[in-house]
């Protein structure tokens, strides 16, 4: 069975580091782009910005880009959001999924569970 | 970025209702359209991809169509284990970019 699992729920204060994972298996990990999506309290699905597992080559949405970093690590599976200093407004739930194509038109397919980040002093 | 307005926002409807979702996007876009279903607490799931195309295991009763501009998700016949809120995306551009979400609820 294809699944990603992403790491535990987080609370931190604003201005601390944090980086999350998610682990996929039951298929190459190094075949399949992966991306990251942000869903605020109550509202609805972002797009954050894409990997490249076996190259590590990255794209990131203008809203995103410079404020997180996405990396993988294709010998244990993994792909990572990092944020080198918190702020309140990155409380959200975030959400990891594998790309998918279909003559080469991408979906996402499947989701990680998510990881409710909370960061408040 | 290309923009997907999605139609209605909410809609209250009963079991066996048929239920239509539009999706359209700000330029266009082929068929680089995917249909989401979230139920609360938990990951959205795809049910539709490349605006038509089944996913597996994903119930009969929903169809996805259109091209270029105008999408739309079509559930025939509503079910309880329906009621969720749902998101289109648009995939054609290298920023992907969802619709707003439709909270199918109970009348």
């Known amino acids: 069975e294809v699944q990603l699992v992403q790491s535990g729920a987080e609370v931190k204060e604003p201005g601390e580091s944090l980086r999350i994972s998610c682990k996929g298996s039951?298929?190459?990990?190094?075949?399949?782009?992966i991306t990251w999506v942000r869903q605020m309290p109550g509202k609805g699905l972002e797009w954050m910005g894409r990997?490249?597992?076996?190259?590590?080559?990255?794209h990131y949405s203008p809203s995103f880009q410079g404020h997180v970093t996405i990396s993988a690590d294709k010998s244990i599976s993994t792909a990572y959001l990092h944020w080198s200093s918190l702020k309140a407004s990155d409380s959200a739930m975030y959400y990891c999924?594998?790309?998918?194509?279909?003559?080469?038109?991408?979906?996402?397919?499947?989701w990680g569970q998510g990881t409710l980040v909370t960061v408040s002093s | 970025d290309i923009q997907m307005t999605q139609s209605p926002s909410s809609l209250s409807a009963s079991v066996g209702d048929r239920v239509t979702i539009t999706c359209r996007a700000s330029?266009?876009?082929?068929?680089?359209v995917n249909w989401y279903q979230q139920k609360p607490g938990k990951a959205p799931k795809v049910l539709i991809y490349?605006?038509?195309s089944f996913q597996s295991g994903v119930p009969l009763r929903f169809s996805g169509s259109g091209s270029g501009t105008v999408f739309t998700l079509t559930i025939s016949s509503l079910q309880p284990e329906d009621f969720a809120t749902y998101y289109c995306?648009?995939?054609?551009?290298?920023?992907?970019?969802f619709g707003g979400g439709t909270r199918v609820e109970i009348k």
């Open positions: 999924a594998r790309i998918r194509r279909y003559s080469s038109i991408p979906w996402f397919d499947p």
């Open positions: 039951g298929y190459n990990f190094s075949n399949y782009w």
């Open positions: 990997i490249d597992p076996s190259d590590s080559d990255t």
């Open positions: 330029q266009s876009i082929s068929s680089y």
């Open positions: 490349a605006a038509s």
């Open positions: 995306q648009q995939s054609y551009s290298a920023r992907s970019t």
